[in-house]
């Protein structure tokens, strides 16, 4: 699997990249340091970090979710596009993947804007909900296990804000959601685009920016 934008040559992506990255030094640093890890293609492509960073800015997005860190690129677009008294609640249940970032972080000064929760997402997303932070948040990130999509989904649309968006990754899953699925993960999946696409609590826009990513507005 990869994370690129789908169906572009590498001369057009070449291409694309030289005339629209704007990365920070310290989002360089961790994507080199990710390239050597088995599960590199998990990361998010830069043009999808520095979308999603263009979005929070928006937005005018203070506090956001992310399920869903692996060695934290997308955390860090995130949180560099946050004010300084912005927030990112993030959900990972690794500390062998997420403490590959945390450096990173520290570095671009945004650590304090990453609140890390190393437990199951659905315990966090829950939690929060009974703290009574429904309606609270402006954005959130969905790119954990597929499996899991549903759940997260549900309990984000209820933690944002009216007008708040919900950015879910990985949603055409290399093609394989126009073909009879023959895995849980492709069928999860093709169940909640499906669903996404008769909700009527939400706009929708899937878009073909790496993997497939589906922006959900809360209406
Ligand atoms: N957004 C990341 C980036 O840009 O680098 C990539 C995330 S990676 C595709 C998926 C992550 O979900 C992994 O780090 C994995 O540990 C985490 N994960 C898997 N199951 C989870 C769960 N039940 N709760 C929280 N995180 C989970
Ligand atoms: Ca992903």
Same mark, same amino acid.
């Given at each position: 699997m990869s994370n690129r934008s789908l169906n572009l040559d590498d001369t057009l992506y070449g291409y694309m990249l030289a005339h629209s990255l704007h990365e920070h030094p310290e989002q360089i640093a961790l994507r080199e340091a990710t390239r050597?890890?088995?599960?590199?293609?998990m990361q998010i492509s830069p043009e999808q970090g520095q979308f999603m960073a263009l979005l929070v800015k928006l937005l005018g997005a203070r506090r956001t979710l992310e399920i869903g860190v692996f060695t934290g690129y997308s955390a860090l677009s995130v949180a560099l596009a946050l004010p300084d008294d912005g927030r990112i609640l993030a959900c990972d249940i690794s500390d062998e993947y997420t403490r590959v970032g945390r450096p990173y972080w520290e570095r671009a000064g945004v650590a304090h804007k990453i609140d890390l929760r190393l437990a199951p997402a659905l315990q966090t997303l829950d939690a929060e909900l009974a703290a009574g932070? *429904?309606?609270?948040?402006?954005f959130a990130f969905i790119d954990a296990d597929k499996t899991g999509y549903a759940a997260y989904y549900e309990r984000c649309l209820q933690l944002l804000r009216q007008g708040g968006l919900i950015a879910i990754d990985n949603v055409l899953w290399d093609g394989a959601? *126009?073909?009879? *699925?023959?895995?849980d993960d492709t069928r999860a999946l093709q169940a909640l685009n499906e669903r996404l696409h008769g909700d009527e609590r939400i706009d929708l826009s899937m878009l073909p920016v790496g993997d497939g990513l589906t922006l959900a507005r809360k209406r």
């Amino acid at each position: 699997m990869s994370n690129r934008s789908l169906n572009l040559d590498d001369t057009l992506y070449g291409y694309m990249l030289a005339h629209s990255l704007h990365e920070h030094p310290e989002q360089i640093a961790l994507r080199e340091a990710t390239r050597s890890h088995p599960h590199a293609g998990m990361q998010i492509s830069p043009e999808q970090g520095q979308f999603m960073a263009l979005l929070v800015k928006l937005l005018g997005a203070r506090r956001t979710l992310e399920i869903g860190v692996f060695t934290g690129y997308s955390a860090l677009s995130v949180a560099l596009a946050l004010p300084d008294d912005g927030r990112i609640l993030a959900c990972d249940i690794s500390d062998e993947y997420t403490r590959v970032g945390r450096p990173y972080w520290e570095r671009a000064g945004v650590a304090h804007k990453i609140d890390l929760r190393l437990a199951p997402a659905l315990q966090t997303l829950d939690a929060e909900l009974a703290a009574g932070a *429904a309606g609270r948040y402006d954005f959130a990130f969905i790119d954990a296990d597929k499996t899991g999509y549903a759940a997260y989904y549900e309990r984000c649309l209820q933690l944002l804000r009216q007008g708040g968006l919900i950015a879910i990754d990985n949603v055409l899953w290399d093609g394989a959601v *126009a073909q009879p *699925a023959r895995d849980d993960d492709t069928r999860a999946l093709q169940a909640l685009n499906e669903r996404l696409h008769g909700d009527e609590r939400i706009d929708l826009s899937m878009l073909p920016v790496g993997d497939g990513l589906t922006l959900a507005r809360k209406r």
